[in-house]
């Protein structure tokens, strides 16, 4: 994984939303995981509009982790501004797009960017083995993964999970979505111009509780309009 020469880079990006009860843990825990991987790393967390303690806990990191880097929303904007963000503002060659709130499993990070140098691969997506899912959550991500293979004959595999992407590729890429389905939209245009995107299996276990469907079903209309209207950009030109 290292080369004196040529170090590998890594840009681990974390959004958070009131993670307060997990956030220390995880992150201390993935930059045990990054040490091992590279001299050459970053964690950069966007704190969108926090209500609890996160923003404390964050500054306290900050003091012992010279590789964090903080952004801060005032008033939270959502998971699709936030990743966008954090995507683009990433520095390093391979960013690790990461949730801390204690579903996932940090050796994880290890693995997909093992995958990605070993592959040579320019997105590696965690696919998980185990959703633990509602039936109204397992709906939704059959819509998520499914919809897409019929309207642009390309698997999205697992859109919505933890994954690896090479930063030229993600910040060369123009994106028309505004909702969450612009990481779809991405592995869509990435493997329409013939981009190496595979996926390896990660741990998933649900330890949050549901928030109800309130939040959700937004967001299900808002990735269907930008799917839809994607689908029809691309009458006239390809992806």
């Known amino acids: ?30 930059r045990a995981i990054l040490t091992t991987l590279s001299p050459l790393f970053e964690i950069l967390v966007c704190n969108d ?5 996160t923003a404390r806990i964050l500054d306290n990191l900050q003091k012992r982790f010279p590789e964090l880097r903080i952004l801060t ?16 503002k990433a520095r390093n060659d391979y960013i690790v797009l990461y949730s801390a709130d204690g579903d996932w499993d940090p050796n994880d990070v ?33 819509f998520y993964n499914v919809l897409p293979a019929i309207l642009f004959g390309i698997r999205t595999h697992d859109a919505g999970s933890i994954k ?21 939209e991405l592995i869509l245009r990435a493997t329409a111009r013939g ?18 469907l309130g939040g959700k079903i937004p967001w299900v ?9 994607l689908r029809l950009s691309t009458l006239f030109s390809p992806l």
Do not use: W
């Open 1 to 30: 994984m290292k080369n004196s020469e040529n170090p590998l880079s890594i840009s681990l990006v974390v959004p958070a939303y009131n993670n307060a009860a997990t956030l220390a843990p995880q992150l201390t825990h993935c």
């Open 49 to 53: 509009g926090s209500t609890d303690g």
């Open 73 to 88: 929303h005032l008033v939270n904007l959502g998971i699709a501004p936030t990743i966008r963000e954090l995507y683009q």
């Open 110 to 142: 290890g693995r997909l960017v093992a995958a990605a140098q070993k592959m040579q691969a320019a997105i590696v997506i965690g696919k998980r083995k185990n959703k633990h899912y509602t039936l109204y959550r397992t709906l939704v991500s059959l």
């Open 164 to 184: 690896v992407i090479r930063r030229d590729v993600v910040q060369s890429i123009p994106l028309q979505s505004k909702s969450v389905f612009f990481e779809a």
């Open 195 to 212: 981009y190496a995107v595979t996926t390896i299996p990660v741990s998933f276990k649900k330890i949050v509780k549901a928030s109800g």
């Open 221 to 229: 209309f808002a990735s269907l309009r930008d799917m839809l209207q």
